[in-house]
Structures are given as C-alpha cells and as structure tokens.
C-alpha cells in the first residue's frame, strides 16, 4: 500500500511563498502519476496541479497558473508544489495524490481517478 505524506503547510501573508512536499518512506513514486489536489472548507476537493511519472507532462488549474510550479525528484521519492503569490483563495488544506491509470496528466483532475492519498496538509494566506 503505497503511502503519501506531504509536509510545508503552514501560514503565510497574502503574496508570500511555500513549498508544499509529497513524499513516500517506501516504495517508489517514480512509476505514479502525481497530482495536488486541495479542499476549501465548504467546498469540494479540487485538481490543483499534475505531473506525470517522467515529469514530461505537467498541467495546472486556472487558477493557479503562473503562480504554482509542479516538480518531481524521483531519485529523492518526491513531489514537489512550489507555490507563489499567494492569495487568500488559496487557503485549503492540500493532498498529494497518485495514480497509475494515466501515463500522462489527465484534463481534467478527478478525484476517483487517484487510488492513493496522503494526509493533506494545511495551507493559510491570511495578514
């Protein structure tokens, strides 16, 4: 059972940076396709970000397109979301997700496309 952790959450004023990490203690991510998704509360849970196992295909929510970077390191098992320009929207807590199903990053980011996730971690813009 492949296990997902994400650590970097924190709090941050409205146009600072964070770097949110995906990461496994076993097993290996370098075969997974791996995508952020985050969840607001009240909201549904939504596709932030993909990269595919080989890091050649990448995509990006609207809304977060020219703020976010989405990176892979397979040698160090780990995912990586740089985020910023931070606003106040992008307060949710965030998921690391991985799939096999798809080679390259799937349009759009589904939710039941993704067999295992990790804990999530807290991300809040606020002054």
């Known amino acids: 059972q492949l296990q997902l952790v994400e650590s970097g959450g924190g709090l941050v004023e409205p146009g600072g940076s964070l770097r949110l990490s995906c990461a496994t203690p076993?097993?290996?991510?370098?075969?997974?396709?791996i995508s952020w998704f985050r969840q607001a509360p009240g909201k549904e849970r939504e596709g932030v970000s993909c990269?595919?196992?080989?890091?050649?295909?990448?995509n990006y929510a609207n809304s977060v397109k020219g703020r976010f970077t989405i990176s892979r390191d397979n040698a160090k098992n780990a995912v990586y979301l740089q985020m910023n320009n931070l606003k106040a929207e992008d307060t949710a807590v965030y998921y690391c997700?991985?799939?096999?199903?798809?080679?390259?990053?799937?349009?759009?980011?589904?939710?039941?496309?993704?067999?295992?996730w990790g804990q999530g971690t807290q991300v809040t813009v606020s002054s």
């Open positions: 997700a991985a799939t096999l199903r798809f080679a390259a990053c799937p349009t759009p980011m589904v939710r039941d496309d993704y067999d295992y």
């Open positions: 076993e097993f290996t991510l370098a075969y997974y396709t």
């Open positions: 990269i595919s196992a080989r890091g050649g295909s990448t």
